[in-house]
């Protein structure tokens, strides 16, 4: 079965930095589009980003752009969200998820065209 595991997350200072942790297990994720959602309590998943692995291109969400940047290990199946500059407003469940169907041409994918996804880790950012 194909499993994801987020992790990193914690409690952090509005203006610093947190790095969150996609370990994939069961696949290779070479070719697959990975994303990353956050959702507050009470309030609806919001996208954060899409990542074609296929040539490395990144579609991020207006929310977070200039200050979180995606990168994966092919390798070790693994993708890292360092997220900068963080606020209040960041503070929400991130989830890493994957589409087995890739795009040739990457956008912000909607959550349902993913298809499997990790549990979730939790970042607070601190006013």
């Known amino acids: 079965e194909v499993q994801l595991q987020a992790s990193g997350g914690g409690l952090v200072q509005a203006g610093g930095s947190l790095r969150l942790s996609c370990a994939v297990s069961g696949f290779t994720f070479d070719d697959y589009d990975i994303g990353w959602f956050r959702q507050a309590p009470g309030k609806e998943r919001e996208g954060v980003l899409s990542?074609?692995?296929?040539?490395?291109?990144?579609y991020y969400a207006d929310s977070v752009k200039g200050r979180f940047t995606i990168s994966s290990d092919n390798a070790n199946n693994t993708v890292y969200l360092q997220m900068n500059s963080l606020k209040p407003e960041d503070t929400a469940v991130y989830h890493c998820?994957?589409?087995?169907?890739?795009?040739?041409?990457?956008?912000?994918?909607?959550?349902?065209?993913?298809?499997?996804w990790g549990q979730g880790t939790l970042v607070t950012v601190s006013s």
């Open positions: 998820a994957i589409a087995a169907n890739y795009l040739q041409w990457i956008r912000l994918r909607t959550a349902d065209e993913y298809d499997y």
């Open positions: 990542l074609s692995t296929k040539d490395g291109t990144t």
